[in-house]
């Protein structure tokens, strides 16, 4: 094959690939817009013919979407706050503080990766039934308050903070907190942006616990209020489209500003340790 | 001196919440599973009783549990090496030196991952309409019947496996490209000097070369794929016919819609073993081809 052929072809299928990739997501953009009942149509329409809000103005007015919006925004920032917190304290104990059986409670947590989260959420629904989180915010938020994925992170990126600093503080006499704080936290600031993305964007997209643990629709995050419109209205595309704009537009968005960070992230986590 | 004292305040709190709200969950999980935990129970705990190993028994005589469990090795059999081998092709033609703009098909192939499943799979339902979708409407012009792509048992599940690839391929191509850029170019230089073909390089250098990532994308991948449930929830609520009711969504629906959670449990453990089971074997016949191979 000659060089230009290859060139041709490569640059082909790329662009191939990026339109199957883009194609449902530009389609569901241009289907919100649309007069309901007009994307039941052949040929398929791609452009709305007279653009409209109306859907939106429905999803919000009558369907509950704002309250859903509201929710998600809550429980994912509650998650990824109190998570990073846990998962900073822990991953830095692990990477520079000693204790007794350190590696070894260490290959533990990572062992533990192999059990699949869903073994836990029977028992777990029941214990949140017993102390009275199931359906509530409490009640997504808590089980996410703290991953070994995170901690593993953090492990890998503070292990390079040099001891020199930390000893250096101790000897002038700064408390273990003061040292996490003021020397600690400001080094590993990148993992730290990284985790908060990933960990915001888990929260958003997580569908089986919310479903579990969310019984009640004033609760229900913007995954489970889709869904659960999805089957009322199967039948208004336009309508569902414009929730599925609202439910995936904001983690797009977010990805999209941080997207450095969060490739970072996926790579170190990747890596074995 | 308070050091120790210290990291364990460190670790408390991560330790508590991993401690209280996954590990004994675990291990009650394996409790309930020896128990007839049904919807009497849960409304007086002195129905409980104890059935040792009844419920797995149960559930092994169960036709429908062989079917969720065919409808996930199939899922995981199909979907694992289109998913990875679209993921390793996309990585090659990004890591080409004759590709362009880069950061814009690597953006956009990516965009996928980070969506919503269940907003995607509200769109795919509609792409995949038989009547109006646009699947059936291109592929009308090449003369194709329309297909009842999410009505039809045959085609329900390739078309879950389809929606699956084009969600979740961009993650290991992310993982594969920094592989590949790791692949240091002399290696194909040589290669062409000596007149390998462009398959030769990729059988004896691109592969050999990945072969650790390719091991642990695949693992992280199976096991990924294994926990199928969202998907068939959403495009076809297990339907039709149960053809795409999953192990995952027959522990959903035993535990949460009937409230059999001594079984449902069970099936969730079932799961975890078998899911050990081929994990622990990947890795063993990994380790034999590379002995195979020195």
Known sequence: MSPRMAKALINGLLIGGAVIALFPLLWMLSVSFMQPGEASSLPPPLLPAHATLGNYRELFVHAGMGTYLLNSLLVSTGITVLSLTFNLMAGYAFAKLHFAGRERLFQGLIGALVIPAQVAMLPLFLLLKYIGLVDSYAGVIVPGMATVFGIFLVRQYARGIPDELMEAARIDGAGEWRIFLQIVMPLLKPIMVTLAIFSFLAAWNDFMWPLIVLTGQEHYTLPIGLASLAREHSQDSELMMAGSVVTVLPVLVLFLAMQRYYLEGLLLGSVKG | MNRQRVAWLFLAPALIVLGLFFLLPVIVALALSLTDYDIYALANIHNLRFVALSNYWLLLQRPLFWSALGHTVYFVAIGVPLSMGTSLGAAMLLNSPLAKMKPFFRTALFA?????????????????????????????????????????????????????????????????LAGLQAIPIDLYEAARIDGASAWQQFRHITLPMLGPTLLMVSILTVSGYFQLFAEPYVMTEGGPLQSTTSVLYLMYEEGFKWWNLGSASAVAFLLFVI????????????????????
Do not use: C, Q
């Not at chain 2, 297909?147 to 594969?176: C, E, R």
């Open chain 2, 275 to 294: 899911m050990f089971a081929v994990t622990a074997l990947m890795l063993r016949l990994s380790k034999r081809g590379e002995g195979a191979d020195a």
């Open chain 2, 112 to 176: 996928p991952v980070v969506t919503t499943v269940v907003a995607m799979a509200v769109i795919w339902r509609y792409l995949f309409n038989t009547k109006y979708g646009m699947a059936n409407y291109v592929l009308g012009h090449f003369g194709v019947h329309p297909v009842d792509w999410l009505g039809d048992p045959h085609w329900a599940m390739p078309t879950i496996i389809l929606f699956a690839v084009w969600k979740n391929f961009g993650y290991n191509m992310i993982i594969f």
